[in-house]
């Protein structure tokens, strides 16, 4: 049996010595003492017994998520209570930090000035030994210096800093009913890595939105330049207001759709950096590719529009002027013929370049087209309604179309799959960019 006697300096180092080795396992410490129980104070004169270690590990998935928010660009910081050499243990089992540098007290932060640590900001990934002050002060200089701020929490002395982020998540199982209503969002089964999905379905939700709108953007801006280059020159209008309203309607509207339901590459969206809350629509080559393929999809109409005239004025034997051309687009039949042509190449020339527009970075021979079935059947069904409408008479007779002969509809379909050539070469770059970055991460392995 042992004997009750005071601790002595030497006693005390090896205490502390003791908690130290312990924190750097990542073990959360007790000291264990007791006292014979009596009115005075409970904490005086106590018989201090030993320390106790308890391992909280971090969710086996949590290190997966922390390695996929490093490749998607976004930074994960530590904010706990526990103890500096314990927290940073187990940031560096996490991957969140890797130097001792990186981790800093809330009583060191307390003696800061806010210029000092917002310039320390960029280095600093582990925060202990913190109250509920500091986690505000750290959300707060995370956005001063321009970022947007995701913070987890799920107690009551979290919910200031909760309030206080761009985004606030909650515990659901465990979380405090005062958390969870100052978050924006509940994690309902207090998994850290169901983060990563959140970020990968909302990032796949911008990228259809984008998509979308550039492809009917484009596809407008293809109308404009039709329209636009035929008056510009004194030609008869290359469209009908029925046609306009019949891709605007029918062509336009379901391949948008499908690109809004598309299925994203969860690989390819986590690789790339977080966008700034202020970007534009029309950055990272969006403006490029809307008035790229609007310029393109317009040219082609008009090229389609002028083959009537070209290759009937050949047949006579005249000269190819502008005057030859007005003057042979005077007659009905022909300028009938000539606005079916455009007609037809705008219509399917925006359905070859929806399909180009499911991923601009990726060739078509590598994409997943049945992964969106959706588009298969936008394409198939605009192609088909686009046929009957110059085949069927009530319709040419409503739309005042020609019907087309098969070897006219083969060289209006090779026309109106140039947008899709056109996206080919300009993936190309891309897919070589990633076989490097493939081959380099392959090296690193």
């Known amino acids: 049996k042992g004997h009750v006697r005071s601790l002595t300096a030497k006693d005390r180092q090896a205490i502390l010595q003791a908690m130290e080795w312990m924190s750097k396992k990542a073990l959360r410490v007790l000291a264990l003492a007791k006292r014979e129980n009596d009115k005075s104070p409970v904490e005086k004169d106590l018989i201090f017994l030993g320390l106790v270690g308890m391992l909280d590990p971090a969710r086996p998935e949590a290190k997966g998520a922390i390695d996929t928010f490093k490749e998607a660009g976004v930074e994960t910081i530590m904010i706990t209570g526990d103890h500096v050499d314990t927290a940073f243990a187990i940031a560096k089992e996490l991957g969140i930090a890797t130097d001792k540098e990186q981790c800093i007290s809330g009583k060191e932060l307390d003696q800061m000035t806010e210029e000092i640590f917002l310039s320390r900001l960029n280095t600093l990934r582990v925060f202990a030994r913190v109250a509920p002050s500091h986690k505000v002060r750290i959300v707060n200089g995370f956005k001063k210096r321009g970022d947007i701020v995701a913070m987890t929490g799920d107690g009551v002395n979290d919910a200031p800093s909760l309030k206080s982020a761009d985004i606030g998540i909650a515990m659901g199982l465990h979380g405090t009913d005062v958390a969870k209503e100052a978050s924006d969002l509940i994690l309902v089964d207090d998994n850290f890595a169901t983060i990563e999905k959140a970020i990968e379905e909302g990032r796949g939700i911008y990228a259809n939105i984008k998509k979308a709108i550039i492809f009917l953007l484009s596809s407008n801006f293809g109308e404009i330049i039709t329209m636009f280059l035929a008056v510009l020159v004194g030609l008869p209008s290359p469209l009908r207001a029925s046609h306009i309203l019949w891709i605007n309607l029918i062509t336009d509207s379901f391949p948008a759709l499908a690109l809004g339901v598309d299925k994203n590459d969860a690989k390819l969206l986590m690789e790339k950096p977080p966008r700034k809350a202020s970007e534009s629509l029309f950055a990272h080559g969006g403006l490029f590719y809307t008035l790229f393929y609007g310029a393109l999809i317009g040219g082609l109409s008009l090229l389609a529009f002028l083959t009537v005239p070209y290759v009937k004025s050949m047949a006579l034997y005249q000269h190819v ?112 960019q990633k076989k490097e970055v493939i081959l380099k991460r392959n090296v690193q392995k």
Do not use: C, D
């Open 321 to 432: 002027t502008l005057e030859t051309i007005l003057n042979l687009l005077k007659e009905e039949e022909l300028l009938r013929r000539s606005q079916t042509y455009a007609f037809t190449v705008l219509g399917i020339s925006q359905l070859f370049h929806a399909v180009g527009m499911r991923n601009v970075e990726l060739s078509i021979f590598r994409m997943k087209h049945f992964e969106n079935i959706w588009m298969i059947g936008a394409f198939l069904f605009g192609v088909i309604l686009q046929l009957l409408v110059t085949e069927i008479p009530y319709l040419i007779e409503i739309f005042g179309t020609a019907q087309l002969s098969i070897k006219e509809w083969e060289m209006l379909f090779f026309l109106s799959a140039m947008p899709l050539l056109a996206h080919e070469i300009l993936a190309f770059p891309f897919g070589e």
